[in-house]
């Protein structure tokens, strides 16, 4: 039986070890935390087909500029002397045209449907139960210029045969009534699902471990020991590993992973926030605050409220102007609902980690024919994790992949 390491115990990790031990590995992930934190357990729970405007869009990298000194600001870059950061954003700025946007648009469709249908396909083959719910996604706006921005992303999003209703006030009061009365409408994506992220990784962690799967957690990867063109194995703070395979998912840390082996993969980490409300607030469908991008989830016994994206380097700083930030922006939108101070204080975060053009990197390096690299989902990692996971499999495995993996190249140019 053929051994592979998985370095990263995110969602793109668990699911990767999740299609290799159905195709008969023998799987190790490795991972830097305990796999209780991260981008991966904090993030808004959606699987959302809806999510197909790539990130790197026309005047973002403007916008960013503008609200650097902002540090509240939804979208928010922190003054860095940075290198690394510095190429990144020179190849997002070069990604965030309308005609590479307009490209991305029919690849990440077909990404996001194929994982929705696969985690439907997980859940009703497992032997757990994990929440996964059918309602569909709101985005509300307040202001004329949302209204406008929404309703048009709408349309093109509709041109793709998604299914979506643009609601007017009265309607979206009527479906979800605890929402301010000053709100302008909605776009309601009854295509989308969502689920409760820590219950369902927590759930596949025991059936990985059920099925073999050994866990080295609380180690760090100091390097990547090689022999001509092949891995041979991985060196943490605590041991080295052997296997046949490596597959490189560690998110945000992909780059300083790579680094030693001459590889470069332009991923910077992109921090967003989540504040868990643990008491009823009459949410019941989950919904995106389209001027403060913020995402709200009913979950499993909780409402959780997330979003940002700041980009300060790989950490795990909790600013509290950002986390006042969403807990003010669920106050603007909804009645009735005070988020304490003590809710902020367990405020967390996680980094997700952003490619230039919104499209991830799954494939083999050039340098290297038994590493495989999968990462860069950015805000859809969670969408993404079934289907990523999913081709993984098939490239370990040497199958034909479900889908066209030329858009994800590894080496691909900016």
Same mark, same amino acid.
């Given at each position: ?224 020991? %090689?022999? @001509?063109? /092949?891995?041979? $194995?991985?060196?943490?703070? *605590?041991?080295?590993? =052997?296997?046949?395979?490596?597959? #490189? +998912? ?16 332009? %991923?910077? @980490?992109? /921090?967003?926030? $989540?504040?868990?409300?643990? *008491?009823?607030?009459? =949410?019941?469908?989950?919904?995106? #605050? +389209? ?124």
């Amino acid at each position: 039986m053929k051994k592979i390491i998985v370095i990263g115990g995110g969602i793109t990790g668990l699911l990767s070890a999740y299609y290799l031990v159905k195709a008969g590995f023998e799987v190790r992930i490795i991972d830097k935390g305990d796999l209780a934190s991260g981008a991966s357990v904090i993030n808004a729970g959606y699987i959302a087909p809806s999510h197909i405007i790539s990130l790197a869009s026309p005047g973002v990298i403007t916008k960013g500029l503008k609200w650097m000194w902002n540090s509240s600001s939804p979208f928010y870059i922190k003054p860095q002397l940075d290198l690394q950061f510095f190429d990144w954003a020179w190849k997002f700025k070069r990604s965030s045209t309308k005609e590479k946007v307009e490209k991305a648009i029919p690849v990440l469709k077909v990404l996001n449907i194929k994982s929705r249908d696969l985690y439907e396909e997980i859940l009703d083959t497992v032997n757990f139960k994990a929440h996964y719910e059918k309602k569909g996604l709101l985005t509300v706006y307040k202001t004329a210029l949302a209204e406008k921005e929404e309703i048009q992303k709408a349309e093109r999003i509709k041109k793709e045969g998604l299914d979506l209703e643009i609601l007017s006030r009265e309607e979206i009061l009527k479906l979800q009534p605890v929402l301010r009365e000053d709100i302008r409408g909605a776009v309601y994506y009854t295509c989308d699902s969502h689920s409760t992220p820590g219950d369902f990784v927590s759930k596949l962690i025991q059936w990985l471990k059920e099925h073999g799967v050994t866990f080295c957690l609380n180690e760090e990867v100091n390097a990547l020991e %090689v022999k @001509g063109d /092949k891995i041979t $194995s991985v060196k943490t703070n *605590r041991n080295v590993y =052997i296997a046949d395979k490596f597959v #490189l +998912a560690a998110g945000s840390w992909t780059s300083p992973i790579l680094g030693s082996l001459g590889i470069k993969i332009p %991923v910077q @980490g992109g /921090k967003g926030y $989540s504040i868990d409300v643990y *008491r009823e607030t009459g =949410i019941t469908i989950p919904t995106i #605050l +389209a001027e403060s991008k913020v995402g709200v989830t009913p979950m499993m016994g909780f409402t959780r409220f997330a979003g940002t994206m700041e980009f300060s380097g790989n950490n795990g700083i909790i600013r509290k102007k950002r986390v006042n930030a969403i807990a003010n922006a669920a106050q603007a939108y909804f009645n009735n609902i005070q988020i304490t101070e003590q809710e902020r204080g367990s405020a967390r975060s996680g980094l997700r980690p952003v490619s230039p053009d919104g499209l991830p990197f799954i494939g083999y390096t050039s340098a290297y024919d038994n590493l495989i690299i999968a990462t860069g989902h950015a805000m859809i990692g969670w969408s993404l994790g079934a289907v990523t996971g999913k081709l993984v499999s098939q490239l370990v495995s040497g199958e034909d992949p479900v889908l066209d993996l030329t858009p994800f190249s590894v080496g691909r140019t900016f």
